[in-house]
């Protein structure tokens, strides 16, 4: 896959792992860095475009792909804690 001039959709790319995957698309490169989170608010990076989007909620999934008909890539890297963690403190 070619980045430089790509359009990319990172979901949850507000921290942590999916904000390093969007700030390196942007380094590599990509034309448009699509930040999908939850409160647009929170994306920090100018260098990326804020996407509302809750990948839990069918509404706001497909209102995403409708104003990012553009996307040539997509990293979905959205998730949420919880289980996980229950289980490890449980054991």
Not at 15 to 27: D, H, I, K
Not at 41 to 70: F, H, I, K, M
Not at 77 to 84: E, F, K, T, W, Y
């Amino acid at each position: 896959m070619r980045i430089e001039s790509a359009v990319a959709l990172v979901t949850g790319a507000n921290r942590g792992l999916g904000a390093a995957f969007a700030r390196a698309l942007v380094e590599r490169g990509a034309k448009t860095v699509y930040a999908g989170v939850r409160d647009p608010s929170t994306v920090r990076d100018p260098a990326l475009v804020p996407l509302s989007l809750d990948v839990t909620d069918p509404g706001q999934v497909a209102a995403a792909a409708e104003r990012c008909g553009d996307v040539d890539l997509v990293i979905n890297n959205a998730g949420v804690l919880g289980q996980a963690e229950r289980e490890m403190a449980t054991n």
